[in-house]
Every structure is written in structure tokens, then in C-alpha cells.
T-cell receptor, first 114, second 112 residues
Framework: KAGVTQTPRYLIKTRGQQVTLSCSPISGHRSVSWYQQTPGQGLQFLFEYFSETQRNKGNFPGRFSGRQFSNSRSEMNVSTLELGDSALYLC?????????????FGPGTRLTVL | AQSVSQHNHHVILSEAASLELGCNYSYGGTVNLFWYVQYPGQHLQLLLKYFSGDPLVKGIKGFEAEFIKSKFSFNLRKPSVQWSDTAEYFC??????????FGRGTSLIVHP
């Protein structure tokens, strides 16, 4: 069974630009979550999608948005990039997104904002 | 506010030493607890999880964790570490709603 895949793996952008990251979950998984990982803040929850609907949202500004398609693939968009958005963005999928479900993480997209 | 604290940010051990990584959580009501591991160059993966039943949970690769409700703790243990256990370890918790909270992580280095 293929794991969670994320593209691209590395990205360099400049302040003010926008970026779109993609995540393909494990086949059969309907819940996709996104996290931001930085050395200073650790892993922080961005949002979770289930059946094309945003079901949960963390404490991030509206510049961070996402969507999920009917095949459960998900995209995350960050508009008007700031230097502080430089981070590793992780995607995780689970069967149904229940609190007890195991999440399976992808390798991440390393975003650098210059 | 819900939070997860990992006491040790960096731990250095020799092979065959015993390991205990501390994790304390601040959650009201039902809590689900997880330990994840990230080996160098690899994805985050689940080591073990607890959501009910026996408070002593056994995971992969000889790891175990004990849920002590009175202490709000979920410490990770391994009786004898190996060089291959060198990794970053994350404790996480989720409550009645889905949104999980992760600790800052503990970097473990095991010398052969």
C-alpha cells in the first residue's frame, strides 16, 4: 500500500507570493490533516478535511487555506507569504479522522520564504 | 488551554541503557494519547497509542508507555536502547474533538 505522498518536497518563494502544496493520502483514507513544523513552535495543527469539508481548524490566520477533492487528495494554499511561514508542512491521513485513529504522515514539503 | 509538555529536549544515552521520556498533558475530560517517532530521514510514524483500557500500552520495537491519570502523564519507556533508536520522539494528545496537540519533541541520540 503506497504511503502518503506530498509534492513538491522543497519550495523556495519570496515574501508576498503565494504557494500551493499537495497531498495524496493513503488509498481508502478520507481524512487529511495539515501541520506546520518549525524548530521554535514544534508541530502545530492547521486544519483537517473529511469528505471535501473542512471539519477542524487550528489557530492560523486566514492566509492559510485548503481544500479536499472527491478522491480525498488535498491541497493547502498560503497567500501573501511571510518570512515566518518558512517551515516543514506535513500532511497526515487517517481512515475517518476519529480522535483515536492512527495518522499516517507524509515526508513533508520544506518551504523557504526569502 | 490544552497543552502537551515534553520535559527532555535532548537525551544522550549509550546502548543498553534504559530510556524514559517524560510527557505531561493538560486536557479536560476524555484524552487520547500518542507517541510518534521520526527516524533520521524518515516520516513521522506511530509508536503507540492509548485511548482506554490497560494503562500500560505496548508499542513497536519494544517501546511501552504508561498512562497515569492522577499525574496527567504518559511517559515513554524502553528497558534497553539500541543505536537504531536514535530519533526524534513526539508525544501528542487529543480530546473529545479531533484537534491534536503535539509536544515539542525530544531528540534521542544513542551512542554505540
Amino acid at each position: 500500500k503506497a504511503g502518503v505522498t506530498q509534492t513538491p518536497r522543497y519550495l523556495i518563494k519570496t515574501r508576498g507570493q503565494q504557494v500551493t502544496l499537495s497531498c495524496s493520502p493513503i488509498s481508502g483514507h478520507r481524512s487529511v490533516s495539515w501541520y506546520q513544523q518549525t524548530p521554535g513552535q514544534g508541530l502545530q495543527f492547521l486544519f483537517e478535511y473529511f469528505s471535501e469539508t473542512q471539519r477542524n481548524k487550528g489557530n492560523f490566520p486566514g492566509r492559510f487555506s485548503g481544500r479536499q477533492f472527491s478522491n480525498s487528495r488535498s491541497e493547502m494554499n498560503v497567500s501573501t507569504l511571510e518570512l515566518g511561514d518558512s517551515a516543514l508542512y506535513l500532511c497526515a491521513s487517517s481512515l475517518a479522522g476519529a480522535p483515536t485513529d492512527t495518522q499516517y504522515f507524509g515526508p513533508g514539503t520544506r518551504l523557504t520564504v526569502l | 488551554a490544552q497543552s502537551v509538555s515534553q520535559h527532555n529536549h535532548h537525551v544522550i544515552l549509550s546502548e543498553a541503557a534504559s530510556l524514559e521520556l517524560g510527557c505531561n498533558y493538560s486536557y479536560g475530560g476524555t484524552v487520547n494519547l500518542f507517541w510518534y517517532v521520526q527516524y533520521p530521514g524518515q516520516h513521522l510514524q506511530l509508536l503507540l497509542k492509548y485511548f482506554s483500557g490497560d494503562p500500560l500500552v505496548k508499542g513497536i520495537k519494544g517501546f511501552e508507555a504508561e498512562f497515569i491519570k492522577s499525574k496527567f502523564s504518559f511517559n515513554l519507556r524502553k528497558p534497553s536502547v539500541q543505536w537504531s533508536d536514535t530519533a526524534e520522539y513526539f508525544c501528542a494528545a487529543s480530546g473529545g474533538s479531533y484537534i491534536p496537540t503535539f509536544g515539542r519533541g525530544t531528540s534521542l541520540i544513542v551512542h554505540p
